[in-house]
């Protein structure tokens, strides 16, 4: 992690401004230690996979309830289970 981060260091100054590099390299700069806080915590999982796959089914299903019907059924059906869901 620390190669890494001298890495990206290195890589910020020799990436030119205004791309998408440099904005990704920027972020993970910015969010440094958030990015490494599971090393020093175990109680913090590395990815956050479980919370994706509780939300998906919702995710997926607001676009599909966009088809309930009619227009004004399908939002109005999305609107409720992701207030259900959430």
């Known amino acids: 992690v620390d190669?890494?981060?001298?890495?990206?260091?290195?890589?910020?100054?020799?990436?030119p401004g205004g791309g998408a590099t440099i904005k990704a390299i920027e972020y993970s700069l910015n969010r440094w230690s958030a990015l490494t806080h599971y090393l020093n915590d175990p109680r913090v999982?590395?990815?956050?996979?479980?919370?994706?796959?509780?939300?998906?089914p919702v995710a997926l299903g607001r676009k599909n309830w966009m088809f309930a019907g009619s227009l004004r059924a399908g939002k109005r059906a999305a609107a409720i289970?992701?207030?259900?869901?959430?």
């Open 81 to 86: 289970m992701s207030l259900i869901h959430s």
């Open 3 to 15: 190669a890494l981060h001298q890495w990206l260091l290195v890589q910020r100054q020799r990436v």
């Open 45 to 56: 999982p590395i990815d956050n996979n479980w919370v994706e796959n509780q939300i998906r």
